[in-house]
């Protein structure tokens, strides 16, 4: 029964998705959570009397910061070497007054208001991450993210019944549970599960599927004919008026749109709400990183270039105000992107240098555009959440914060790969002619309208990151364990080093591992 238990489960997945898949193991009392493995932070009582070490740590992203701060708790001496001007790496908020130029010589001015700013990299905290809870240790105020809102869109090209109109998140989602309910129950009903269900579980099955997809059985069968879930034409208000409701799509219509492929990201266990964000900008928490650390033990400016084993530790050169310096320590921990970090003259062994290479940059765009009227509130009556298309704008994000105010920013795309490579080819008014040239396909003609700024960010050429994160072509094939033990007095961390990369957590937890093995070997040596 197991076995067949588990083609049943295959076959719901591959009709349903990933959100029916999950509702109906819940159903059958199949899922389960897990929990992040327990962190003990160094302390000072460890090393029984040994000598200070000094570690220099190669930039002041998240992982860099993670690793200094949990080092400075057991008294360690730590220097940190940022070719930035600021804290945080990725993690990047932009707000009016801030220039940058990147890699290919654009420079950006950002002219948005006060109080109005976009998360260029990181954006958003799931309630598992670790991220939490450096922001309650490090005194970093969070509020809520509204990572999926039943009133944003869905967008999808094409030359179906349904492509090219915008579709309420909750319409769709109605009629793509109701229509999968209906068939799954027909199926389960008529017998055609029978050697893959106890008589118990058909039983418990379609009790769930009528109440997840709103189906009713009428004259012997089961039927999808809509309800409230959809959204109404009038709605439900006082006296008699109890609302009207349109008919569903037609089920070819909503299959063949592909609407319902965008559900499964909800359930994602990275990306299901809760989810939240620091109040005022994500890069709130580097700055309490670095007030945590000290700032005098920061070093920005300074751009790395060398790094040495030596026969006592390790030796790094770097530059600040054109003057190249050579910095000594115990032990060095390499944070930077390894992309990067494997173009920087060292002596590391040629299979190290190839396992840094062996990374592969994704890039991802994004642009703000700050509006003077909070349009998607008062004319579209969405409050925060994602819309999401098939058009090479991606995402676009409505701010979960502020409301009701006079003034917004969007995120009027985020993207990735071959769409992003797109948008950064362009300059940055041409990256928001056409932002607004596609956005209002979905919004109309006041997606155009009274927008006060915008900033770009193109990460493959944003400098000293050169991509928004690396992927591998295996994490299981040796390559990428190289960089997981220390290569003489050289460790590596970053969320590239974990299995959850483009997070903060990723991060937070690769710069953990790595201070642990750090400490582990100077409390054991003699």
């Known amino acids: 029964m197991a076995q067949t238990r588990r083609h049943f489960l295959q076959q719901v997945g591959i009709t349903g998705g990933a959100g029916v898949l999950y509702s109906t193991m819940s159903a059958l009392g199949l899922t389960g959570l897990a929990e992040t493995a327990a962190f003990a932070a160094p302390t000072r009582a460890d090393l029984n009397g040994r000598p200070r070490k000094h570690v220099v740590i190669l930039g002041a992203g998240i992982a860099g910061l993670t690793s200094a701060y949990e080092l400075l708790k057991a008294g360690y001496q730590v220097t940190l070497l940022e070719a930035r001007k600021r804290p945080g790496g990725r993690n990047w908020t932009v707000r009016g007054g801030a220039s940058e130029t990147d890699l290919a010589g654009v420079t950006q001015r950002a002219r948005f208001s006060p109080g109005q700013y976009m998360n260029a990299g990181p954006a958003r905290i799931p309630q598992h991450h670790v991220t939490l809870d450096y922001c309650r240790e490090l005194g970093v105020a969070i509020e809520p993210f509204i990572n999926q809102n039943a009133d944003a869109y869905l967008y999808r090209e094409g030359t179906t019944a349904l492509s090219n109109k915008p579709i309420r998140h909750r319409t769709a989602k109605a009629d793509v549970y109701g229509y999968v309910s209906e068939l799954l129950a027909k199926a389960t009903d008529q017998g055609a599960l029978d050697s893959y269900l106890t008589v118990s579980d058909k039983q418990a099955l379609i009790g769930f599927l009528t109440s997840f997809g709103s189906i009713a059985n009428k004259d012997g069968g089961f039927k999808y004919t809509g309800s409230g879930r959809r959204g109404y034409t009038v709605e439900p208000g006082a006296g008699t008026e109890s609302g009207t409701t349109e008919s569903p799509y037609a089920l070819s219509d909503v299959f063949a749109s592909g609407v319902g492929s965008y559900f499964s990201f909800e359930f994602g266990w990275d990306q299901a709400m809760m989810m939240f964000q620091p109040v005022g900008g994500m890069d709130r928490i580097p700055y309490a990183f670095e007030r945590a650390i000290g700032g005098e033990k920061i070093r920005y400016g300074a751009e790395v270039l060398g790094l040495r084993n030596t026969s006592s530790g390790v030796e790094v050169t770097y530059t600040t105000g054109g003057r190249p310096r050579v910095l000594s320590a115990d032990f060095a921990i390499c944070s930077l992107p390894p992309q990067i970090a494997a173009k920087i003259p060292s002596n590391l062994p040629t299979p190290i240098v190839d396992a840094l290479k062996y990374a592969r940059p994704t890039n991802a765009g994004k642009i703000g555009i700050e509006y003077g009227r909070r349009w998607w509130e008062e004319d579209l009556r969405i409050y925060g959440g994602i819309t999401n298309s098939t058009l090479d704008t991606g995402n676009t994000w409505y701010p979960s914060t502020g409301f009701h105010g006079r003034r917004g920013t969007v995120i009027g795309y985020y993207n990735t790969g071959t769409n992003a490579n797109l948008y950064g080819a ?54 990428y364990q190289r960089l997981l033990d220390p290569t003489g007095n050289v460790y590596f961390a970053g969320d590239h080093l974990s299995h959850a990369i483009a997070w903060q957590h990723g991060a937070m937890t690769s710069a953990r591992a790595t201070v642990t093995a750090l400490h582990h070997r100077v409390v054991t040596s003699r």
């Open 426 to 479: 362009l300059t940055p008014a041409g990256r928001l002619e056409r932002a607004v040239a596609q956005g209002t396909k979905i919004h109309g003609e006041v997606y155009g309208r009274e927008i006060e700024a915008s900033f770009s960010v193109n990460w493959a050429t944003a400098k000293h990151s050169e991509g928004a994160w690396v992927g591998w072509p295996s994490q299981t094939d040796g390559t």
